[in-house]
């Protein structure tokens, strides 16, 4: 498709071959990334990253790029999304329009 259209904070938005057209502003949905290690211990900052990098060598960054950029455009302003990136599995989630106090699961199954 070439062409898509999205209501975001009750304003009409239209995403044209790379070029966003808008008639108003509106606010991006807030998403993050939760790297999980097979403890169970969840990694949310980049220095927490930093120190297990090696173990997440085969997450495709690009493609968690694209999926932030497309993520933020369906999540709720009120709301956040969680990539949880699983050491144990090698699996990645996506936790869509969820409130503040959501904690992802600890283990991907």
């Known amino acids: ?3 898509y259209s999205a209501i975001l904070d ?7 071959t790379n070029h966003w057209i808008s008639t108003m502003s509106f ?3 807030n998403v993050n990334t939760l790297h999980i290690l ?3 211990e969840v990694i949310s900052s980049h220095d927490q990253y930093q120190h297990v990098e090696d173990r997440f ?6 493609a968690i790029i694209s999926r932030i950029l497309r993520l933020r455009l369906i999540t709720e302003s009120h ?7 699983y050491e144990d599995g090698q699996v990645i989630k996506e936790y869509v329009n969820v409130d503040d ?3 992802p699961l600890l283990h991907a199954y």
């Open 57 to 62: 060598t085969w997450v495709d960054k690009p």
């Open 38 to 40: 097979k403890t169970g």
């Open 27 to 29: 606010s991006y949905g």
């Open 1 to 3: 498709m070439d062409k």
């Open 101 to 103: 106090y959501f904690t």
């Open 79 to 85: 709301k956040r999304t969680i990539i949880a990136i």
């Open 10 to 16: 009750c304003h009409y938005v239209f995403l044209a």
